[in-house]
């Protein structure tokens, strides 16, 4: 299957502080990518969804002035989470399919954020 | 309203025994379903998908998923389980409508040794 990278794989960071986490899909175009939020022992909770070259569609509930996507290319999407508190301690995976609904969407390793 | 049901939280089972997560579905038009699969502080796994044509569709790792269109259900089989096996599993259903994912609250399965 397709590969989907995602790095930090882990970072750890003070309050108040941005951190961005990176997104590539290493062996397709992607023309949607996906970032999600999972919680401990529960299922996927999908943050946003964008379309290379135009602007992420977020999901109810989902501070698009915090959570700062970026689709610049068809193998990159960035999520900088700006002024980081501990509440957005959390599992985050991206992931990116191409073309059509029948597409397979897959998926990065994750990044595990902790803000201290 | 498109709509996965997973019923287990937790599925046990004894390695060698056929194993069986449930999922069963709800949306408006084509179903496309799929099911993924996670380790431990790891990303998703794709696993299998049902597209079109024949109802059972085979996947990595040995698993199977039968599509019942009737009974609107897509459940994930093995015929012999591995401790290996042992993972959080969910399925997802798209339709041709939308292409956002719908996820099941996943199923958290034991095989034990």
């Known amino acids: 299957g397709a590969v989907v990278s995602q790095h930090p794989s882990r970072v750890i960071c003070k309050s108040g502080t941005s951190v961005k986490i990176e997104c590539r899909s290493l062996?397709?175009?992607?023309?949607?990518m996906f970032w999600y939020r999972q919680f401990p022992k529960k299922s996927l909770m999908l943050m946003a969804t964008s379309n290379e070259g135009s602007k992420a569609t977020y999901e109810q509930g989902v501070e698009k002035d915090k959570f700062l996507i970026n689709h610049a290319s068809l193998t990159l999407s960035t999520l900088t989470v700006t002024s980081a508190h501990p509440e957005d301690s959390s599992f985050y995976i991206c992931?990116?399919?191409?073309?059509?609904?029948?597409?397979?969407?897959?998926f990065g390793p994750g990044t595990r954020l902790l803000v201290l | 309203a498109q709509s996965v049901a997973q019923p287990e939280d937790q599925v046990n089972v004894a390695e060698g025994n056929p194993l069986t997560v449930k999922c069963t579905y709800s949306v408006s038009g084509n179903p496309y379903l799929f099911w993924y699969v996670q380790y431990p502080n790891r990303g998703l796994q794709f696993l299998l998908k049902y597209i079109t044509g024949d109802n059972l569709v085979k996947g990595s790792y040995g698993f199977e998923a039968e599509f019942n269109k009737s009974q609107t259900s897509f459940h994930l089989k093995k015929p012999s389980a591995l401790v290996s096996d042992s993972a959080l599993y969910f399925c997802?259903?798209?339709?041709?409508?939308?292409?956002?994912?719908?996820w099941g609250a996943g199923t958290k399965l034991i095989i034990k040794p």
């Open positions: 062996d397709f175009q992607a023309t949607t």
């Open positions: 992931s990116a399919k191409r073309g059509g609904p029948q597409e397979t969407q897959y």
């Open positions: 997802a259903v798209r339709d041709d409508s939308n292409y956002q994912l719908i």
